[in-house]
């Protein structure tokens, strides 16, 4: 069977756990970027305390202060944009079992499928292929059935 490349056509494929997956990762991140910085923040300053006084101090920390806003908002969005991408590498994978297992319990046609290089869950991929395998393979209406709607063979697998 000859299986052409799968490019992505849209990356918010499950617009619901992408937006989750993208909140968790960007709260953790921001987090620890503000445990990190909080603590150098505080040992910069400490030491520029000790050797400037005045007004020279107060510009260094606005300017220090300005910089790291800027950046932690640059920092903010490049995780926003990259978490979309590791989740499509999951969400991606999920929509096409739905569409396919949909399609399949509907009693259509359906052809195995390959994910793209970079997805997950590869295993669930081959078994999914495997039962449309045995699905379409049996030719019969009746034992489709059977294979579909059998407890035993669902518990076996």
Known sequence: MEHQKVARKK?????????RFMAVVIIAMV???????????????????NQFHGESLAVIQHAITAKLFVRSLLLIFAIAIISVFLSHRIAGPIY????????????????????????EFYRLARAINELIRKIQGT??????????DSPRSI???
């Open 31 to 49: 987090l620890i970027a503000l445990v990190t910085g909080m603590s150098m923040y505080t040992a910069v300053m400490q030491t520029l305390v």
């Open 139 to 148: 030719g019969t209406g009746a034992k489709r059935e059977s294979i579909v």
């Open 11 to 19: 990356f918010m494929v499950e617009r619901g756990f992408q937006i």
């Open 96 to 119: 096409k079992f739905e569409r396919i297992l949909e399609a399949l319990a509907a009693g259509e046609k359906v052809q195995e499928f390959k994910l793209r290089k970079h997805d």
């Open 155 to 157: 518990e076996t697998m």
